[in-house]
């Protein structure tokens, strides 16, 4: 190194992956949406029906759209907890094997 040159500058860190951001935004806000449908469709049912009244959620077909929308959702979330699974007992088998390995040489 020269003197008087700057320090060697560091890699610029990878970017932030914002996708699970994303994802958990996604979810917050189709099943708010979900919710206020279903009560409003509730709340908005005719009274004293005799044998009581059925009642429909609001928005019609966006609320069977969103609830499509929500199953893939809790799919993904899915996929993302068994992916988190699986390197957990990744990890887990390394620590064990490197382990027997320590026991068999020493």
Not at 26 to 55: D, H, K, Q, Y
Request: aromatic share 8%.
């Amino acid at each position: 190194m020269q003197e008087g040159a700057p320090p060697p500058r560091p890699d610029p860190a990878e970017p932030a992956d914002r996708t699970t951001h994303v994802m958990l935004w996604l979810t917050i806000g189709v099943n708010a949406l979900l919710g206020l449908f279903t009560l409003s469709g509730w709340f908005g049912r005719p009274e004293g029906c005799a044998g009581g009244c059925s009642w429909r959620p609001a928005g019609g077909m966006l609320w069977v759209v969103l609830v499509i929308v929500d199953v893939g959702l809790v799919m993904v979330w899915a996929s993302v907890g068994y992916g988190h699974l699986v390197a957990m007992g990744e990890r887990i088998g390394r620590r064990i094997s490197a382990k027997r390995d320590d026991d068999q040489d020493g």
